[in-house]
């Protein structure tokens, strides 16, 4: 049986670039979740600061890994957005709470981070549709 109305996928570039704005934040969350896994003095000092125990520097890089991971895979992007959408929601009330106002990265980090899904994922996309 044919179909006279074949199923048209999206644009190549906006497959490509979803998957550009996908590594991008996997990158720099990768990179936060390492830096929480070395001795330095500047991690101890920053920890300090945000009023959280360092012993639970490696406890926030598994967490940070593991939402990665789940974000990269394709079947469980969703999964990992939410749950990376969490971590950031943490680090905002984290910075807020110590009087920090300046969260704009993570804000833009969260928003790219489901920006990317948005374009690799048909499923979101007619989920949340742009209105013409």
Do not use: Q
């Amino acid at each position: 049986m044919s179909t006279d109305n074949p199923i048209v996928g999206p644009p190549k570039w906006m497959h490509w670039l979803g998957w550009v704005l996908t590594v991008l934040p996997a990158l720099m969350l990768t990179f936060s979740g390492v830096m929480k896994l070395t001795d330095s003095p500047d991690l101890a000092k920053g920890f300090e600061h945000l009023g959280w125990p360092l012993k639970m520097a490696t406890t926030l890089a598994v967490l940070e890994f593991g939402s990665t991971l789940l974000y990269l895979i394709p079947r469980t992007t969703v999964l990992g957005a939410i749950l990376l959408t969490g971590y950031l929601g943490g680090a905002i009330a984290t910075h807020v709470r110590i009087g920090e106002t300046n969260v704009l990265v993570h804000c833009i980090l969260g928003v790219v981070i489901w920006l990317g899904v948005y374009l690799r994922d048909a499923r979101l996309r007619e989920l949340i549709p742009w209105r013409r």
